[in-house]
């Protein structure tokens, strides 16, 4: 039996374990959902557990989320918590290599690449890219041969990977960086990816052939990109291009320098590693939903039919604006981020001793709860967005949840105000700094998300894409693999399909 040594009172209740070092290392890293909420309900919101020698202490439940993502930045870090595992991927000097107030500068001159104006030419390249994907993958054979009675399948995570990486490259990365992506680009982006795991993220440093070719692959990607910038800067290439490097050319951080050339390699590199696996397995979530519940697809297309239908028929490309303003497509994508967020566990470092507010957490006899420094936090909106007290069925599927407006889910919003007592609009890709709410797949406060709306754009661009060609079916959803950094369907996870009769 481990030796139990009298336990400090201020500290917040600690989950029993085996293995010292170890920890909880194993329950946490197969099911991080079920481990959390089991553990919830033995300790209450506020708990710590070891994993792997470090002190991890969640906060759970939407003031749980607020107290770890409305942190202040005294307090909790994210650069400490996160540099050894992106800083090698995606280079120096930017995001967690480099003070917050730097990120924060360079997440503004992102957004400046995020416009509505780049937005509107990006809706027909997704659909150009998606088209073109389905006329030559091999997974697709069926739907090529134009034959509506010939059922095909293909693997959901493959294909939206491809389709993902494709259109990214199309829209946000840039012309050059979309030709160079049969060759180059894709395997040097898989090497990359290989040293972007849960393994890395525990072992800095392994003398592990993985992280060797990491290194080769960030060191020539980056020279890539610079390669294009200075290619653009002279002249060699025109700049009328709506990709962020074109917008991060033109920024100047406050001081009035530009942003060095190997920053602007760095930042594109990390937007390609933040936007990957989060887009493609949602929108593999997506479809395998949709396979699994044909009624729910058969609106999402007649939406599509209702709205877009040509006189002859056929349907037409929606603009931006207009695919904001599809209630069904919006739902299907909000509910599968409630279920399915990419981002199971968001983590910050200690920086100085942190008090745990009563509300969060009721004090014990010896007074409040005191989170000391060195310590990791642990937010997980997952587990309140699968909260059975705030969601009815809260496992279950239901994307008719969101345009229930006396529903439970409208419900669970009007509760929430953002950080000035507005009430917070969720409409498409909606932006809100608020960090107390029981939503938040793409997090809160200052580290929040700054891809959301390009997400929304490029996913729902895909999924109608794809639901406006072909009929999708699967027998049941896969169960998630948690694994990966990202929370992915297992395998098998192939969806059957049949092309549509007017596509
Ligand atoms: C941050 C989720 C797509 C770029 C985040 C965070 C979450 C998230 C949860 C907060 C992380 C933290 O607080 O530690 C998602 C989901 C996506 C998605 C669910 C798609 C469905 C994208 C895309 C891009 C992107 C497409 C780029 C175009 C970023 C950036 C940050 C971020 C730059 C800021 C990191 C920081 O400030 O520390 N995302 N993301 N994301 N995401 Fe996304």
Redesign the pocket.
Known sequence: RQLILPRDRSLPPEVFHWIPFFGSAASYGNDPINFLTSCQKKYGDVFTFILLGRKMTVALGSKGNNFI?GGKLANLS?EDAYTHLTTPVFGKDV??DCPNEK?MEQ?KF?KVG?SADNFRTYVGMVEDEVLDFMNRDPSFRTYQMNDINEWGQFDALTVLAEMTILTAART?QGKEVRSSMDKTYAALFSDLDGGFTPLNFMFPNLPLESYRKRDRAQKKLSDFYVGIINARREGRSNNDETDIIAALMTQTYRNGNALPDHEIAHIMI??LM??QH??ST?GAWTLLHLAANPDVAESLYQEQVTRFSNPDGSLRSPTYDELRTLPVLDAVIRET?RLH???HS??RKVRADLVVPPTLAAPSKDGQYIIPEGYFVLASPTVSQVDPKIWYNATQWDPSRWNDIDGEAAKAFKQYTDENGEKVDYGFGAVSKGTESPYQ???AG???????Q??YL??GTLITTVVRQIELRIDAVPAPNFHTMITMPKQPRMINYRRRKFA
């Open positions: 993502l994210a995001a967690y990120l997440k992102i995020l946000l990390a937007l933040a936007g989060t887009s949602t981020l967020s990419p981002i968001i983590m797949p793409f997090g200052r580290h929040r998300c700054v891809g959301e390009f997400a490029q996913l």
